[in-house]
């Protein structure tokens, strides 16, 4: 029985695909009932993505490139369960891969920043600075803004 069908589309900026993508894969996996549509156009823009960042052939073994690049052959969409939990698995791979390099330095470099321009301000007595250190988005600007700065003006050369 069908419960109802959840598309799998990509768009233009990374952070909206990942989390629709991981949305959906998580949807696939909570039920055996829902159904994942996968197109073949969607599937062809993952696998390139996958390539540029130099990701397909480093996280996929042969056998979960092959079944990519047969799915994109052969369908159009797929409508197989199996098949779409087969590519789900394989999707979840990718996008990890795609997201761990800001990941890690958002965990590294952003905690290890808010730390330190914690301690900073209150030992200037800013109290509430002790609160930064668990604020996620201060964190993520902190580890943005330092892999924008060009190496010759960092300041903490000894994050990474």
């Known amino acids: 029985m069908r419960v109802g069908r959840k598309s799998f ?36 823009k993952m696998r390139a993505k996958a390539i540029r960042r130099g990701i397909w052939f480093r996280v996929l073994t042969r056998a979960e490139r092959a079944y990519i690049e047969l799915t994109i052959k052969v369908l159009n969409e797929v409508r197989s369960h199996f098949l779409a939990k087969v590519l789900t698995s394989i999707i979840r791979r ?42 996620r988005g201060f964190i993520q600007y902190l580890a943005v803004t330092y892999m924008n700065t060009p190496a010759m003006f960092k300041v903490y050369p000894s994050l990474r």
């Open 9 to 44: 589309s990509l768009s233009t900026h990374e952070e909206t695909f990942a989390s629709r993508a991981l949305a959906a894969v998580q949807m696939s996996d909570s039920t055996s009932q829902t159904h994942l549509r996968l197109t073949k156009s969607e599937i062809v």
């Open 94 to 135: 990718l996008l990890n891969a795609l997201e761990i390099k800001v990941a890690l330095d958002v965990r590294k470099v952003g905690h290890l920043l808010a730390q330190k321009f914690s301690r900073i301000a209150q030992s200037w007595g800013n109290v509430s600075a002790g609160q930064w250190v668990k604020d």
